[in-house]
Nanobody, 123 residues
Framework: VQLQASGGGLVQAGDSLRLSCATS????????MGWFRQAPGKTRDFVAG????????KYADSVKGRFTISRDNTKNTLYLQMNNLKPEDTAVYFC?????????????????WGQGTQVTVSS
């Protein structure tokens, strides 16, 4: 399984970014998916998760109302739309494939991880 995250960059506070994660055709409709992030010296934290069909989502409290997770199974792609970015959102963002239908907050619920894409938000 290969997961390829992209779309990160350097932006100013209040700006928006959309991250993408290319998955395999099999993953696209058979697994829950999630986004995590890790800042330097910190743990890898849950950002958002989405069910196999995209009809159920979960968010970390810190991003609710600002971030939107979605998926297009016809394009084998997972997305994370990030609006009103804040300096504390600065981190490497990882997409992950859930074990089966899982898409919860615990990293142990995920079996494969992408390589990460850097998001840096300046104040």
């Amino acid at each position: 399984v290969q997961l390829q995250a992209s779309g990160g960059g350097l932006v100013q506070a209040g700006d928006s970014l959309r991250l993408s994660c290319a998955t395999s055709r099999r993953t696209a409709s058979n697994n829950g998916m999630g986004w995590f992030r890790q800042a330097p010296g910190k743990t890898r934290d849950f950002v958002a998760g989405i069910s196999m069909r995209g009809d159920s989502v979960k968010y970390a409290d810190s991003v609710k109302g600002r971030f939107t997770i979605s998926r297009d199974n016809t394009k084998n792609t997972l997305y994370l739309q990030m609006n009103n970015l804040k300096p504390e959102d600065t981190a490497v963002y990882f997409c992950a494939q859930g074990r089966g239908a899982n898409f919860g907050a615990e990293p142990s619920l995920y079996s494969y991880w992408g390589q990460g894409t850097q998001v840096t938000v300046s104040s």
